[in-house]
């Protein structure tokens, strides 16, 4: 049985800061951060888990790295990637969800 959370899994859908912008006035300790589709080109705008709160865990989907070239970039800024089943596992895991776009 998968164990549920409070904390909200936050998906960053876009590049750019507004969409992560909107998406830091709402984290909280606890909380997840994904960005995944066009969001993944946000690793080239500097370390994005520095401007969050303490206590947010913060992934790029590898199969959105991978598309887009970004997967040297994604090795030399040490991200924490999640393929497609971490990802499941990760949903499964929080009872609220936000998308950024």
Not at 30 to 38: E, I, T
Not at 45 to 51: A, C, N, R, S, V
Request: net charge negative.
């Amino acid at each position: 049985m998968v164990s549920m959370t409070d904390n909200v899994l936050h998906l960053v859908l876009t590049a750019g800061e507004g969409s992560f912008a909107a998406c830091r006035k709402l984290c909280m300790a606890g909380d997840s951060v994904v960005f995944l589709d066009n969001g993944v080109r946000n690793l080239l705008l500097g370390e994005p888990g520095i401007q969050l709160p303490p206590g947010v865990a913060v992934f790029y989907s590898q199969p959105d790295i991978e598309a887009r070239g970004l997967a040297g970039a994604a090795q030399l800024a040490h991200v924490r990637n999640l393929s497609d089943a971490d990802f499941t596992d990760l949903l499964n895991r929080h009872r609220h969800c936000l998308s950024w776009k």
